[in-house]
């Protein structure tokens, strides 16, 4: 038998929704038709974000509950309107990704089960070097938001100080990720480097409560910037993007403004529409300004601890330290 469905008008596309009926966030009943209809809802600021980018889609066919399936690449069968993009992962093999045009593109990927979305930090008309560098306050265990919020703050007077712009959002979990755009002239490795600066220069404001240890023996209950998060094919989820909790979290941009007093438990699949349709998108002039990154490139130079580990999975990189955790590298000594 065939499964019910219903059908979307998005823009110039019908999109259709199998089982919309299907639980997806059971805290708070959520279906998979909300789910579509959400982004659907805030369709202008998920674009926003996720425009011409290649796209990782964290898909949950059977619901938040379910193990997820993370997809790098386009899904085989796809409508011809559906654009990809090669790009070239840390192993050298290549693959054709998605590329977001449009906001049926984004319900038609949340039809499949899609409940965040992964941008690359890059476009697909330049696909080596990102116009997205991205801070990332993870508050390890012991910690709550309060932490990420004070981070946040720090992080932003070393921009300002810098003559950067970020702009902020909730991480649909204990976190913030912080946005700045850049001017696409450095590659990766670049990049990478001056977010490794400017996570230094934030940590030296307050040692105590931030860190740039990669390992997590040595954070302790401090907010962690991943660096590593400007790396290439390593992704955050994406402003307005869904998180895969019961609860149905929505990473959510804010004013720094309402940073000071923000609950991310307050912005959900229900809460943020209204929010939207109210206040339109927040985060609607992070494309007005890029940036150049040669002061954190500078920095980087000047700093004579050089670089830090990467993710286990990339190849050894020229000039990285030993990617060996402390406590083993101290046992066989």
């Given at each position: ?13 019908t999109?259709?929704?199998t ?18 209809e959400y982004?659907?809802?805030?369709g202008?600021?998920?674009l ?7 796209t990782?889609?964290k ?25 990809s ?54 508050p390890q ?13 720090l992080t932003?007077?070393?921009l ?12 649909g979990?204990?976190?913030a ?10 590659d ?12 230094r220069?934030v ?5 105590s ?13 401090r907010?962690?910037?991943d660096?590593n998060q ?10 307005y ?10 990473s ?7 940073l000071?007093d ?10 943020v529409p209204a ?7 927040v985060?609607?002039a ?10 954190l490139?500078?920095?980087?130079a ?24 402390p ?7």
């Amino acid at each position: 038998m065939a499964s019910p469905y219903i059908e979307l008008e998005v823009g110039e596309r019908t999109v259709k929704v199998t089982n919309p009926d299907k639980v997806y966030f059971p805290e708070i009943g959520a279906t998979k038709r909300e789910l579509v209809e959400y982004y659907v809802s805030v369709g202008e600021g998920a674009l926003r974000a996720l425009k011409d980018r290649p796209t990782n889609i964290k898909r949950h066919p059977d619901g938040v509950q379910t193990e997820a399936i993370y997809q790098k690449r386009m899904p085989p069968k796809h409508p011809d309107w559906l654009e990809s993009v090669t790009v070239t992962f840390p192993s050298g093999r290549t693959a054709h990704s998605l590329r977001v045009t449009e906001v049926a593109a984004i319900a038609y990927c949340a039809n499949l089960g899609t409940i965040d979305f992964h941008p690359w930090q890059v476009r697909a008309a330049d696909v080596e070097h990102p116009d997205e560098l991205r801070i990332d306050l993870d508050p390890q265990p012991g910690l709550e938001f309060d932490a990420a919020r004070r981070a946040a703050f720090l992080t932003r007077d070393v921009l300002g100080e810098l003559g950067m712009e970020g702009f902020v959002k909730t991480s649909g979990n204990r976190g913030a990720h912080i946005a700045v755009r850049i001017e696409p002239l450095w590659d990766f490795i670049q990049v990478r480097h001056a977010g490794i600066a400017l996570a230094r220069a934030v940590e030296a404001r307050d040692p105590s409560l931030v860190t740039t240890a990669w390992w997590k023996e040595e954070r302790g209950e401090r907010v962690f910037i991943d660096y590593n998060q400007n790396a290439r094919d390593r992704t955050v989820a994406s402003a307005y993007s869904v998180r895969a909790k019961p609860h149905a979290p929505v990473s959510t941009p804010l004013t720094w403004d309402e940073l000071a007093d923000a609950d991310p438990r307050d912005f959900d699949i229900r809460t943020v529409p209204a929010r939207f349709a109210k206040l339109g998108d927040v985060h609607a002039a992070i494309d007005d300004r890029a940036y150049s990154i040669e002061p954190l490139l500078e920095l980087y130079a000047r700093d004579e601890r050089g670089d830090l580990p990467y993710p286990p999975n990339y190849p050894k990189m020229p000039g990285e330290p030993k990617r060996v955790q402390p406590s083993k590298a101290r046992s066989d000594t």
